[in-house]
């Protein structure tokens, strides 16, 4: 196995990530394309549900259970986020900037 050359510094910015994430994908020879992505990106989600339900026992987080798979299945949806926004040339802090200024103007219904 070839040694990874890739590096995330501390305190990444969301462009770090991207940039990593950029990185990542041509080191590994990953495939390019976006619906594929958005395909992997579902599945991750799924992934993530199904630790989150692991870790809730009756609307509560489990006395004793440790959520770590959830943090590792968020880091993978992390990931097909930020490669989707790099496939389709979204800088995604600019692009939470603009919606979180959309949604600060609706209102929030409960249900
Ligand atoms: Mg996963």
Not at 41 to 61: F, P
Not at 85 to 91: R, S, V
Request: some cysteine.
């Amino acid at each position: 196995m070839a040694e990874s050359k890739l590096f995330l510094k501390e305190n990444p910015t969301i462009q770090d990530y991207q940039q990593y994430v950029r990185e990542m994908k041509t080191e590994r020879n990953f495939k390019l394309d976006p619906m594929y992505e958005c395909c992997l990106l579902a599945e991750e989600v799924g992934e993530l549900i199904s630790a989150v339900r692991k870790n809730n026992k009756g609307g509560t987080i489990g006395s004793g259970s440790v959520p770590g798979s959830v943090k590792l299945e968020l880091a993978d949806v992390f990931i097909y986020v930020c490669s989707l926004a790099n496939m389709h040339g979204i800088d995604l802090e600019e692009a939470f900037r603009e919606k979180e200024e959309i949604n600060k103007q609706r209102t929030w219904k409960r249900l």
